[in-house]
């Protein structure tokens, strides 16, 4: 089963916009991770924030995460044509150490 | 760094056939590699977890005796899938982590498998 629910499921926006989106889970976790993907690819690691962390910065990348709501949000700001991809959450829990456990994704078109 | 590739990128094979799918991590020593299948539109499943020399861990609802992986080695795991029907049509994709890594892993490129 998914531990990831993501919202929205696709987000349509133009270049220099930011991009948001957010994504849930059931169980504790060790840490929540941020994938993107392009068309027929694999994945790409964004991004990786800890349990006890609260929000991660990477370049245009923000993220947050609140354990108490089980959720976390990515922001992607001043978005690019080349931001256009499918973008997955990932949990791992504290009771599959190493096992990673997919959101279903969002999927961002970004027009120029 | 932490480059992983899979080999072949794209396979058609006729239903019945078994296709080999190989992972290798070129640039490290992956002591744990994870096998996930993407249907289209959908996200990834963990299929099954491996570490080098020692059986699989396959995860609930997928059949070990048709999906069968080998970790021979810290840098290579083999996916096969043995008597391959067209609803095995999917998109095939492994993962890399390595030992004292912060948790990350490294995903191959996938595979697209259609079987007619």
């Known amino acids: 089963s998914q531990q990831g629910e993501e919202d929205p499921q696709a987000l349509s926006i133009q270049e220099g916009e930011n991009a948001t989106m957010n994504c849930s889970y059931k169980?504790?976790?060790?840490?929540l991770q941020w994938y993107r993907q392009n068309s027929g690819r694999g994945l790409v690691h964004l991004i990786l924030?800890?349990?006890?962390?609260r929000e991660k910065h990477s370049g245009r990348l923000r993220v947050t995460l609140d354990t108490s709501k089980k959720s976390s949000s990515l922001l992607i700001t001043a978005s690019r044509a080349a931001d256009t991809a499918s973008y997955f959450c990932?949990?791992?829990?504290?009771?599959?150490?190493?096992?990673?456990?997919f959101g279903a994704g969002t999927q961002v078109v970004v027009t120029p | 760094g932490a480059v992983v590739s899979q080999h072949p990128s794209r396979v058609i094979c006729k239903s019945g056939t078994s296709v080999k799918i190989e992972c290798r991590s070129l640039?490290?020593?992956?002591?744990?590699m994870f096998w996930y299948r993407q249907f289209p539109k959908q996200s990834l499943m963990l299929m099954a977890t491996s570490n080098e020399g020692s059986k699989a861990t396959y995860e609930q609802g997928v059949e070990k005796d048709k999906f069968l992986i080998n970790h021979a080695s810290l840098t290579l795991s083999t996916l096969t899938v043995t008597s391959a029907h067209p609803e095995d049509s999917s998109f095939y994709i492994c993962?890399?982590?390595?030992?004292?890594?912060?948790?990350?892993?490294?995903f191959g490129p996938g595979t697209r498998l259609t079987v007619l």
């Open positions: 990932a949990t791992e829990t504290t009771d599959s150490w190493g096992k990673l456990q």
């Open positions: 924030i800890r349990s006890n962390e």
């Open positions: 640039d490290f020593q992956a002591t744990t």
């Open positions: 169980t504790s976790i060790n840490n």
């Open positions: 993962s890399a982590s390595r030992a004292g890594g912060a948790n990350e892993q490294f």
